[in-house]
């Protein structure tokens, strides 16, 4: 991993700790039973396992809305989402709506 910079280290510090590994989540997916060799978004977000900083899974349906209110995405669309920390509002659009995504942040831990 790159060595953070003053920046990198003073958004992980605003934005709080590391957030859950991979192997946490995988955990949390197992102990409901989910299948870990097909999991959906939809396992993700409806346990809010991916959206820690926006009410957790009830706050994406205001999203949606939200993006009624401009445009629906269309399933040949691609949205951008920047600061995506662990993409899951963006999965959540992709997944309603059927378009591509494309995820970007700043902090390597929210990245991996």
Excluded at 25 to 35: F, G, K, M, R, Y
Excluded at 65 to 82: C, H, I, K, Q
């Amino acid at each position: 991993m790159p060595q953070a910079t003053e920046s990198t280290t003073r958004l992980t510090r605003f934005y709080g700790e590391i957030p859950p590994t991979l192997d946490s989540i995988l955990s949390a997916l197992a102990a409901t039973s989910v299948d870990l060799d097909h999991v959906q978004a939809s396992d993700l977000y409806e346990r809010d396992l991916d959206c820690h900083n926006l009410g957790m899974h009830r706050m994406l349906e205001v999203l949606v809305d939200v993006a009624a209110d401009y445009r629906m995405p269309t399933s040949d669309a691609t949205l951008l989402d920047l600061g995506c920390g662990m993409g899951g509002p963006g999965r959540f659009l992709a997944d309603r709506f059927g378009c591509s995504l494309i995820g970007v942040d700043l902090l390597p831990p929210r990245v991996e």
